[in-house]
């Protein structure tokens, strides 16, 4: 065993929150580490353990603490100790991460050697990203890894990124009041129909709005019909897509879901997007107090703490109300985004109808990692990323809900792992089939991931904001976001731009 490491969080630190004892044991004995066993695989904890980086020093920036942060700081204390390398963790807030990433990569600074971040960033990354080695993509466990999340980590044909993380939007409920007789007779009455789980965003908005504003689940506070992430500058625009892309994404017309490849020309204030933002803005009606300026936590605390009977987002709602210590644990259900019955189609310039809802499912960005090609210390590096995903770090990962890790390979679908963790049979099916249906679809929707993003992506939640304030109408609003798209393009350059959206448009259109 061989021990060194610098950074941000303490061994001590680290041992204090639980997540590594203090005091070591033999060196054969792994459990040490806070994983049940050492699991087979490429780059397990005896494979890295027989690696001396003695007198070697690796260089890491990665999100604050706890999301990604905190495995990142944990692994790397693991790395330390098992090769003998000094590691340097730096965190830095999200706000900050990508300039702080970009400036060393546009100044020709060998900074950082292994970065986490923002897997939508890797259309202005990619160029300083070093190529992921054979070794590497032939490894246990990326040939677990999902071909939609291999297809995020990869660039003109070449993989890039490194997966460890894989994200999606799906939506979570609360299955005791959906399967509540009272509260099924207080819907009929209200609606005429029966109450299911919402199948379209005009289902869910009833839904929301028939069991807003009181006490349904007999705890002494006020519960409401839907925590949503609302606030312009706390991911709201990834909200905006789960509820447009089924509007907006016909599954008979590819080339393009944000821009038409051939032409560059945005289709953000087409009818298909008007129409999920005239749900966004109509849907405001049964949040929470102060629910129009939800971020990401404030929605995860929101349907994960009891308050909320729906939302949709990131995991972290579903796995926050599964803790052990969630009152709510093992009366949730996670099922598909709602859908659409009716769909524009921009190719013949009318609305589709359908009979079954065309359902988009939404692999939103999420969390990835590379290493710089200007690193002097490649293989340390890819090593690190390898032994950071392993198998066992992986599944001891998927159970902490801050961590931000979600299910990326085939192995996370299986119902009995989550059966093990405690979660009914019914709860976990529920989650796996969601999110492995997901990976089946042929009409998915993914981030933009182009040169520029950051300015797209904030132009959207802009315009969507003042749609949620009454400010504009819906089309008003994304006719400004179109025309702000219109003068990115123009500056950044369509061809350039038309070549980078190609790598979307083949996931999109597969």
Same mark, same amino acid.
């Given at each position: 065993?061989?021990?060194?490491?610098?950074?941000?969080? &303490?061994?001590?630190?680290?041992?204090?929150? +639980?997540?590594?004892?203090?005091?070591?044991?033999?060196?054969?004995?792994?459990? =040490?580490?806070?994983?049940?066993?050492?699991?087979?695989?490429?780059?397990?904890?005896?494979?890295?353990?027989?690696?001396?980086?003695? @007198?070697?020093?690796?260089?890491?920036?990665?999100?604050?603490?706890?999301?990604?942060?905190?495995?990142?700081?944990?692994?790397?204390?693991?790395?330390?100790?098992?090769?003998?390398?000094?590691?340097?963790?730096?965190?830095?807030?999200? @706000?900050?991460?990508?300039?702080?990433?970009?400036?060393?990569?546009?100044?020709?600074?060998?900074?950082?050697?292994?970065?986490?971040?923002?897997?939508?960033?890797?259309?202005?990354?990619?160029?300083?990203?070093?190529?992921?080695?054979?070794?590497?993509?032939?490894? &246990?466990?990326?040939?677990?890894?999902?071909?939609?999340?291999?297809?995020?980590?990869?660039?003109?044909?070449?993989?890039?990124?490194?997966?460890?993380?894989?994200?999606?939007?799906?939506? =979570?409920?609360?299955?005791?009041?959906?399967?509540?007789?009272?509260?099924?007779? =207080?819907?009929?009455?209200?609606?005429?129909?029966?109450?299911?789980?919402?199948?379209?965003?005009?289902?869910?908005?009833?839904?929301?709005?028939?069991?807003?504003?009181?006490?349904?689940?007999?705890?002494?506070?006020?519960?409401?019909?839907?925590?949503?992430?609302? =606030?312009?500058?706390?991911?709201?625009?990834?909200?905006?897509?789960?509820?447009?892309?089924?509007?907006?994404?016909?599954?008979?017309?590819?080339?393009?879901?944000?821009?038409?490849?051939?032409?560059?020309?945005?289709?953000?204030?087409?009818?298909?997007?008007?129409?999920?933002?005239?749900?966004?803005?109509?849907?405001?009606?049964?949040?929470?107090?102060?629910?129009? &300026?939800?971020?990401?936590?404030?929605?995860?605390?929101?349907? +994960?703490?009891?308050?909320?009977?729906?939302?949709?987002?990131?995991?972290?709602?579903?796995?926050?109300?599964?803790?052990?210590?969630?009152?709510?644990?093992?009366?949730?259900?996670?099922?598909?985004?709602?859908?659409?019955?009716?769909?524009?189609?921009?190719?013949? +310039?009318?609305?589709?109808?359908?009979?079954?809802?065309?359902?988009?499912?939404?692999?939103?960005?999420?969390?990835?990692?590379?290493? &710089?090609?200007?690193?002097?210390?490649?293989?340390?590096?890819?090593?690190?990323?390898?032994?950071?995903?392993?198998?066992?770090?992986?599944?001891?990962?998927?159970?902490?809900?801050?961590?931000?890790?979600?299910?990326?390979?085939?192995?996370?679908?299986?119902?009995?792992?989550?059966?093990?963790?405690?979660?009914?049979?019914?709860?976990?099916?529920?989650?796996?089939?969601?999110?492995?249906?997901?990976?089946?679809?042929?009409?998915?929707?993914?981030?933009?991931?182009?040169?520029?993003?950051?300015?797209?992506?904030?132009?959207?939640?802009? @315009?969507?904001?003042?749609?949620?304030?009454?400010?504009?109408?819906?089309?008003?609003?994304?006719?400004?976001?179109?025309?702000?798209?219109?003068?990115?393009?123009?500056?950044? +350059?369509?061809?350039?731009?038309?070549?980078?959206?190609?790598?979307?448009?083949?996931?999109?259109?597969?």
């Amino acid at each position: 065993m061989k021990q060194s490491l610098t950074g941000s969080i &303490s061994a001590l630190a680290i041992a204090a929150a +639980g997540l590594l004892p203090p005091t070591f044991a033999n060196a054969e004995d792994y459990t =040490k580490y806070g994983i049940d066993s050492d699991l087979p695989g490429t780059c397990n904890y005896a494979s890295i353990d027989a690696k001396d980086y003695s @007198g070697e020093t690796l260089n890491v920036i990665t999100h604050a603490i706890p999301v990604i942060g905190e495995p990142t700081a944990l692994h790397a204390e693991q790395f330390a100790e098992l090769t003998g390398a000094e590691v340097n963790v730096v965190h830095v807030p999200f @706000g900050d991460l990508f300039q702080r990433i970009m400036i060393p990569f546009q100044s020709g600074q060998n900074a950082y050697d292994v970065l986490f971040y923002a897997s939508l960033w890797i259309g202005d990354f990619n160029r300083f990203l070093a190529p992921v080695p054979e070794a590497y993509t032939n490894s &246990s466990g990326m040939s677990d890894v999902t071909d939609s999340f291999k297809g995020v980590a990869t660039w003109n044909g070449q993989m890039i990124q490194y997966p460890m993380d894989g994200d999606r939007h799906y939506l =979570k409920y609360r299955t005791d009041v959906f399967e509540n007789p009272d509260m099924q007779a =207080k819907f009929k009455d209200a609606t005429g129909r029966d109450l299911t789980v919402p199948a379209t965003w005009e289902e869910y908005n009833e839904v929301a709005s028939v069991f807003s504003g009181f006490d349904w689940d007999g705890d002494g506070e006020l519960n409401y019909g839907s925590a949503e992430v609302a =606030k312009r500058d706390d991911l709201m625009f990834s909200a905006f897509i789960s509820r447009a892309a089924p509007y907006a994404k016909h599954p008979d017309v590819g080339g393009g879901f944000f821009f038409d490849i051939e032409t560059m020309e945005p289709l953000i204030n087409t009818p298909g997007f008007v129409r999920g933002l005239e749900l966004f803005v109509e849907a405001q009606s049964a949040f929470p107090p102060g629910g129009a &300026s939800f971020g990401l936590g404030d929605e995860i605390f929101s349907f +994960g703490g009891g308050q909320s009977l729906m939302s949709y987002s990131w995991d972290d709602a579903f796995i926050q109300a599964q803790q052990e210590d969630s009152r709510i644990r093992n009366a949730v259900g996670a099922a598909p985004l709602p859908g659409a019955k009716e769909v524009w189609n921009r190719k013949t +310039g009318q609305w589709d109808n359908f009979e079954e809802p065309n359902r988009a499912p939404y692999m939103t960005w999420g969390w990835s990692s590379a290493v &710089s090609k200007d690193s002097k210390n490649q293989e340390m590096a890819f090593d690190f990323l390898c032994f950071f995903s392993n198998e066992a770090n992986t599944f001891h990962d998927l159970q902490i809900g801050r961590f931000g890790v979600n299910p990326y390979r085939d192995s996370h679908f299986d119902s009995a792992f989550w059966q093990g963790l405690g979660w009914d049979a019914d709860v976990a099916d529920s989650y796996v089939t969601t999110l492995s249906e997901m990976e089946q679809s042929a009409n998915r929707v993914y981030d933009l991931r182009v040169p520029g993003v950051g300015q797209f992506m904030s132009s959207m939640a802009n @315009g969507v904001a003042e749609a949620m304030a009454g400010q504009k109408t819906a089309q008003e609003a994304l006719d400004g976001v179109a025309a702000e798209w219109s003068d990115i393009v123009d500056r950044i +350059g369509a061809d350039r731009l038309r070549e980078a959206y190609a790598n979307v448009v083949v996931l999109e259109d597969n």
